[in-house]
């Protein structure tokens, strides 16, 4: 089943002024043209980005060639070490606002960027997966499915940012909006999109991530994520035999599996 583009749904219906995308330099040339086809401004620029700080092709897609510049000056200053902290939370705001993210997520964002990537408290030496610190603090019993961005990888989600938490009004609005579009653009899609985004889910500190059964407050089955077409992360698959039997607390922690906890997201909590 082909991957359904839920960014460029958005921008086409004006839910988004602009989308970034990064590419590599064999790829960039084909996607900037794809977007250019559809009637989309396209602006491009070089750049480390990611954990890995690996060098890569931005894309800046915008509805207007003034969104799709904007774009790249804001996140300009973002990747320019000269940028003092301070510019750095500004312009984190900035880049949120312009690729159409709620200001109440951009700022939860902006506080985890200020207290330092990695970090789950201020002071903390110890480094985690930003996807595990943003799980820590956006966590809530009965967090809505439709807001499920830890399947980024797999190119499983309807949103694609940190909601502030995983019941945020504002975020569920866009989540709403979107899923709307692709029941109407792709209709085949929506029900394998529905089932792999509405599966409980652990994290651990390290990233590492499963779709899990369980009951009375014990892990009884584990499964590394996967789309349709795409394989599991290997690490998924490794760990994923290490979590049945493990049992977790009223708020998600996972015990005896590691510290900090891997936590639970039951995104199957709501219908
Ligand atoms: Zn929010």
């Known amino acids: 089943m082909a991957r359904i583009d839920t960014e460029w749904l958005a921008l086409r219906a004006g839910i988004k002024p602009g989308i970034r995308v990064t590419a590599d330099v ?34 800046y897609i915008g509805a207007t060639p003034q969104a799709a510049s904007s774009l790249r000056a804001a996140e300009a200053h973002l990747l320019d070490p000269k940028t003092t902290p301070r ?55 009965r967090p809505d499915w439709r807001l499920n961005n830890l399947l980024l990888n797999h190119h499983l989600r309807l949103i694609s940012f940190a909601p502030c938490r995983f019941d945020c009004a504002s975020a569920l609005a866009q989540a709403q909006a979107i899923h709307r579009l692709v029941a109407a653009a ?11 985004l ?13 779709w899990v059964r369980f009951a ?41 599996r590691g510290d900090p906890p891997p936590r639970l997201l039951d995104f199957a909590a709501v219908r």
């Open 87 to 141: 510019e750095q939370a500004f312009f984190t705001r900035e880049f949120g606002l312009r690729l159409g993210y709620p200001g109440c997520c951009i700022d939860a964002f902006a506080e985890r960027t200020r207290r330092g990537g990695g970090h789950l408290r201020d002071g903390d030496r110890d480094r985690h997966d930003p996807d595990y610190v943003h799980v820590h603090d956006a966590w809530v019993a």
């Open 26 to 59: 064999t790829s960039a040339p084909g996607i900037a043209e794809r977007y250019q086809r559809l009637g989309c401004s396209v602006v491009m620029t070089h750049g480390r980005v990611g954990l890995e700080r690996r060098p890569r092709v931005l894309i």
């Open 216 to 256: 009375a407050g014990k892990l009884t089955a584990a499964e590394a994520p996967h789309a349709l077409e795409g394989p599991p992360d290997p690490v998924d698959l490794a760990r994923a035999p290490a979590w049945p039997g493990a049992e977790f607390t009223a708020d998600g922690r996972v015990q005896a």
């Open 186 to 196: 792709a209709p085949a899609h929506l029900p394998v999109l529905e089932d792999r």
């Open 198 to 210: 509405r599966r409980p889910l652990l994290i651990a500190s390290d990233g590492a991530r499963a």
